[in-house]
């Protein structure tokens, strides 16, 4: 794997680690200019490569205390009024006004063909915890999945490409996969997005989906 591409993951997957236990101390920044600093720091970045290719990957359970934090966080937040905290945080689960949003763009779960809202949930491409509240209600940044597709989505087991076609990850258990709909036997094209879906998705494929097997 390259130097600049490996450099890039290691230092996101560090980043939000960290941010489990302090959020407001990192952030992420676009790959562009991660690899102007990179050019600037030089040799110096294979160290820093190296001691974050050593960090553990967030468990679901630290992702479940780092959001409920950030949604404790939103509940006391004054400056933000009652209806909006109450839309985010019901966005947070893939309900209320951000699942309404989704549904004016997507109609059914692209793998399973199921089109009850009842049975679909509004899952977030750039995941709610990494957004901005105007993102989290954005319905370019959902689309509509039963739930074990949302949770294979979430946890980056499975991505797309801006064309629609799936990416799996090579942590994913593809007998698991088979078992819940997806076909990996295949090339599989779940149908093209919007431009805004895109920009999302960008960030999911970067930031959420899993690149390699955990140490």
Do not use: Y
Not at 93 to 118: A, D, P
Not at 193 to 209: C, I, K, P, W, Y
């Amino acid at each position: 794997m390259p130097l600049g591409r490996f450099s890039l993951r290691g230092i996101r997957l560090f980043s939000r680690t960290e941010m489990v236990f302090n959020p407001s101390t990192f952030t992420e920044i676009p790959t562009a200019f991660a690899e102007v600093l990179i050019g600037l720091i030089g040799q110096e970045i294979v160290s820093i490569a190296l001691a974050a290719s050593d960090v553990k990957p967030i468990t679901d359970h630290d992702l479940d205390l780092w959001e409920r934090k950030l949604e404790q966080e939103l509940v006391n937040d004054s400056a933000v009024r009652k209806t909006e905290r109450l839309a985010t945080i019901r966005a947070r689960n893939g309900q209320g006004l951000f699942k309404e949003r989704v549904s004016k763009i997507e109609s059914r779960c692209r793998f399973t063909g199921v089109e009850n809202r009842v049975h679909l949930v509004a899952s977030h491409c750039k995941p709610w915890r990494d957004s901005t509240n105007d993102d989290r209600l954005n319905g370019e940044n959902g689309l509509l999945l039963t739930p074990s597709i949302d949770h294979l989505f979430d946890r980056g087991f499975i991505g797309f490409e801006d064309n629609g076609k799936l990416i799996i990850s090579p942590v994913a258990h593809r007998p698991s996969l088979q078992r819940m709909a997806i076909d990996t036997t295949k090339v599989v094209n779940v149908g093209g997005f919007t431009s805004g879906q895109r920009q999302f998705l960008d960030f999911h494929r970067n930031a959420v989906l899993l690149q390699s097997n955990p140490t």
